[in-house]
């Protein structure tokens, strides 16, 4: 072993004991007979003495070194003049007798401090380099130990780990598959598991009762900037359970790790509809870390002569306590905020409670005193409170204002990374109309598409309107919300082969696609299958949330870019000419 | 929930309670007017009691059921008349109020007991029945515990668990890539990892320290009865350690799973030097639950005008204990068995050394008394013992003779799957030649290939060697190896970009391939690269060994056949145009 003991462990307690360290050089200050160099592991800095006086060629050595060298010293703890009581060792440091160089560092890219110089790209083509950096590490640490309280708390409640799969068979009804070319069967492919669903759900028909697994999936979609075409899930599934129960499982899980790698505690998950969420957030991922509720105004508002309200299928609008004093500069960047081509309003109308409670509205033209008052009242707004009204086509409209909701939260503070507030969104319509999304094939545009996956279950009472409604049936379908996030989300399954034909035939499919590809699972339905349903977390975005981050990337330690390129290790790549033959293919690029 | 209980959990201590159980009818007996159901879950069986007397439809409904159905019952826990001990509920049954079927079943395939009908291909097909025997599920749940025992081992010595890409780099020099077309790179691809190596050594430059990952690898291979397209490591890399730290650590893990999860203590494990191997047991995983080791007979056997050992390069042999008693016919037998092809003897000496010391050789023209002592002598052969000789080109015989050796530990019952001899082979060589791996690209023939891969450190002193007899250098790599399989292997890595560039060119990469496929390695060679190296275990096969089977395919709970095929979800498949079109791709069949 290169060291007795870590850079993070040596205190008062070893003062006069011999010990061998190693590790990287963090820093080195030169003060006037002396050399002082902070020595750095995954565990800690501790600080390295030389002395000119005492061993004049070592200390030269020592002044020698560059950033980032690998260095081996043994030495003698010594007490410090000048503690540092900002780590743990800063008591103490080494007084050298021996130093050696394990490895030499040429000047890194950019610096390996919490703060650093590299930009994007730098830190991913040094991504070795970046991982160096306290901040960066300590996001993975969390990873792991998030990781492992995970396994802790399903381990307790007797699920078992499976792993399934990674060589799986192209189902390309959902999302785009990364495929896999096989050798040893000339022409067919493999693909890449989006998620282990038919698996976990065949290990329910197998009896397995509670599976678990840490898993990759691959979505091969156009990628955003939190999206990565390789990511990891918590996957989960029970036996003999209803909605509730997995519910209160998962929710029991949360709990856990908040409480476990955070020492936060959670309350009770309220459960809401997704009508209500659309309803009174726009959105079927609220964050609830604060209200400002959707109030809705065509009773109050139409029929003055507004010729903008008039028309609107809706008009909507939130109320921000206490944000009257809002200027006309701040009102018109609003404005703008909700013109951009991304959120797409066509205008944003205003009103203030000013201290008097007296209202002035960007439309008093149309409005008088009583209107207004009427609009506070159902704003519920106060002195001091800012109405903002948005009007239009209804999805779009409330879609609109969910955006701008968001905004007003952040410009108003109300989005204080440590604070959570978790809860779970219920009762997902089953079916959504594809009109072309591009994340999924041509081919598939004008169908019923899935909105969660076809092995999802419609609600009991729902089960008629299959036939003359899809669009209306809910599903037993859930998901976990946490600071306007969606972390998870699952359903009760279908383990009745009739039902999930139909399903398949809702979907488009011909009996024979259906038989094709997911034969397999309506034939074990056949013998034996027993109710069950599950739930799969996205662990990176989990872990971003616990870390306080906005994008994923960071908890991952080697992500690809936008484009799914890994520019570490420049991949992907082309290949030889001897793989494509064996593999039976043939690369035809497109015309440019 | 659909239970209050499950079907492992009642005692005498719930005599008279009301309980709801869910699970599969195991099987049924009618008695006289009485009907008995075994339910079955994961967690057991459950004896249930219905009446004709006291609710004739019930009862009714009861008889009606067939194997594997799904039911959900409700009743009363009763103490038993007739008691069960071999089972955890066998002192209650439930008396049945209420009885509801979850789901029909088809009459499955093969039966659902320990012994099952099924042969290999039925079962694999209906893995999930197949999954529902308690001898398949208790080897999945054996992996489930050792998965979590090795990360309680690793996370108490500080190692962080970190997930690695899946869609890396090909990198042709090694066994054969999965590859995966990349939408988005057009005519590139990313390939899948045959081990997560050059990311782990990254990961030790970045300063993680002690790195570990239960980890998916993917190798395109022919495949044998005990490989798999895909499988799990048990991946780690450790940084400042030399190759006794790595040793003495995961000899700590495999006793630490010995332990816990058999209850077997280990004694410390002996290193044997590959040489040593080869010499005393022909093989490099010799199975040291017995002794049996070779005799090599050279100096005692030519000479005597026996020209099939005269002419040949090594004559070498065993002794059997006490198996001088063997018949004409079993000597016959091992004579055919060492002249299979696949082992290619041509022919077996044999002495028998008799009670009274007399030994009877089937070679008796060419040696006399007096030889025949001095076989004896070389063997330490006693009365009662049998010994058997080979002879030939040396690796070869070697290769034969422990194949016989292997044989005769069978045959004399000396490898008992309940016993565990663990041992480290050191002093591996670092190159091997290849002239024409079938698992190796063809283009690959007639060059150094790196035997263990090409980031292995050679040893010190044999550095020098690498210039001038790159066969003889020996390599800072290790295999663990119990009862004959080499469950894990490592070794310490090159961390100069030096040493690392003269390997590529000694593997015959060229300056340019070198760079291409390694350049981001030896670039992070430059920054600081600490001395770093790690070892890997196949976690399928250490899954086997513990379950005491000798083919992992019953520890993977959906593995691929012989072909690479899954045979339940017949993948690998045909994709559709639209896939191939929008991954500029087309398949080129060769002509038959």
């Known amino acids: 072993m290169h060291r007795t003991h870590t850079c993070g462990e040596l205190t008062i307690k070893n003062v006069g004991q011999a010990v061998t360290l190693s590790g990287w050089m963090q820093r080195s200050r030169d003060l006037g007979g002396m050399t002082f160099i902070d020595l750095r592991d995954r565990y800690g800095l501790t600080q390295l003495v030389f002395n000119m006086e005492s061993n004049a ?13 690998v260095l081996q010293i043994t030495g003698t703890v010594a007490e410090r003049s000048n503690k540092n009581n ?14 050696q160089i394990l490895n030499k560092a040429q000047l890194p890219p950019f610096t390996i401090e919490d703060d650093t110089d590299g930009g994007d790209d730098l830190r991913m083509k040094y991504r070795y380099l970046d991982l160096r950096r306290n901040v960066v590490r300590n996001n993975l640490q969390l990873r792991h130990l998030m990781a492992q309280e995970t396994r802790n708390y399903l381990n307790t409640l007797n699920f078992i780990e499976v792993e399934t799969p990674v060589l799986i068979k192209s189902t390309p009804e959902g999302a785009r598959d990364f495929v896999v070319p096989s050798r040893m069967n000339e022409g067919e492919f493999y693909a890449l598991p989006q998620s282990p669903q038919t698996f976990k759900q065949l290990l329910m028909v197998a009896g397995f009762d509670k599976y678990y697994q840490l898993v990759k999936c691959f979505r ?8 990565q075409p390789e990511f990891t899930q918590i996957d989960c599934e029970m036996s003999f359970v209803e909605q509730e129960d997995i519910l209160n499982t998962f929710e029991g899980m949360v709990k856990h790790l908040f409480k476990t790698v955070k020492g936060v505690d959670i309350a009770t998950m309220p459960h809401m509809t997704y009508a209500d969420a659309m309803k009174f957030y726009g959105n079927d991922k609220p964050d609830t870390r604060f209200e400002m509720k959707f109030v809705e105004l065509n009773e109050t508002v139409k029929g003055k002569g507004f010729k903008v309200f008039d028309e609107a299928e809706l ?21 703008d905020f909700v013109k951009r081509p991304q959120i797409g309003a ?10 008097d409670g ?11 005193t009583d209107d207004l008052q009427k609009w506070a009242t159902a704003f519920s707004a106060g002195s001091g409170d800012l109405i903002l009204i948005l009007a239009g086509a209804a999805n779009k409209t409330r879609k609109a204002l969910s955006e701008l909701r ?7 503070g109300m989005r204080d990374k440590n604070k959570f507030s978790c809860l779970w969104i219920v009762d997902f319509p089953l079916l959504e109309w594809n009109d072309g999304d591009p994340n999924l094939l041509a081919s598939l545009a004008g169908r019923w598409h899935a909105k969660h996956h076809p092995f999802t279950s419609p609600k009991p009472e729902d089960i008629e309107l299959l036939k003359t409604n899809p669009g209306e049936v809910r599903a037993n379908a859930y998901d976990m919300v946490i600071n306007g996030v969606e972390v998870g989300g699952g359903s009760i399954r279908i383990h009745s082969k009739e039902l999930q034909a139909q399903l398949f035939e809702i979907l488009g499919f011909s009996s024979d696609e259906a038989q094709k590809q997911f034969g397999f699972l309506m034939k074990a339905f056949e013998f034996g299958a027993p109710p069950h349903g599950g739930i799969a977390f996205g662990f990176d975005r989990l872990c971003s949330l616990f870390g306080g981050a906005d994008v994923i990337r960071d908890f991952i330690a080697f992500p690809k870019n936008n484009s799914g390129r890994d520019v570490m290790i420049d991949a992907p790549s082309s290949i030889t000419d001897e793989q494509l033959n064996e593999l039976s293919l043939e690369v035809k690029l497109p015309e440019k």
Chains 1, 2 share one sequence.
Do not use: P
């Open 57 to 69: 060629s070592l200390c030269e050595q020592a002044r020698s070194l560059g950033r980032e060298y």
């Open 220 to 227: 091969d979609e156009d990628l955003r900037a939190d999206r």
């Open 406 to 412: 968001l905004e007003m939260g952040s410009r108003l």
């Open 346 to 355: 066509t205008g944003l109308v205003y009103a203030r409670v000013a201290a």
């Open 86 to 99: 900002k780590i743990a060792t800063g008591d103490i440091e080494i007084i050298v007798t021996y130093l």
């Open 358 to 368: 007296s209202i002035k509205s960007s439309v008093d033209k149309f409005y008088n």
């Open 315 to 335: 008009v909507v609008g939130i109320c921000a306590t206490g944000a009257a004093e809002y200027t006309r500069k701040q009102l018109d960047e609003l404005t």
